[in-house]
């Protein structure tokens, strides 16, 4: 898995964010993963569970590109409560 850097500056248009540095904040990552993963760098599962736990399956669509793998391949090595992935 890795970012989708489109989907990335289509979500940050849509929050009307315009930096990395808020962008970084909204993901809950730091300023520097953000531009290490923005070069390609695969991004972990348990990061990307943060994200969707912080900003729902909708964005997380939007903003990972799972490559080979389908969301609900994701979404089965966790424990899914309500909308929440433990």
């Known amino acids: 898995m ?3 850097i489109n989907g990335c500056r289509e979500y940050a248009k849509s929050k ?3 930096n990395y540095y808020a962008f970084a904040e909204d993901l ?4 520097e993963a953000i531009r290490v993963l923005e070069r ?3 991004i972990g599962y348990d990061a990307v569970k943060n994200i969707y736990n912080k900003l729902g399956e909708k964005a ?4 990972i590109d799972f490559e080979e793998e389908m969301l609900d391949g994701f979404k089965s090595k ?3 409560v309500g909308d929440t992935l433990y």
């Open 2 to 4: 890795k970012l989708n």
């Open 16 to 18: 009307g964010i315009d």
């Open 28 to 31: 809950d990552l730091e300023y």
């Open 40 to 42: 390609g760098v695969k």
């Open 60 to 63: 997380v669509k939007k903003i």
């Open 78 to 80: 966790f424990v899914l």
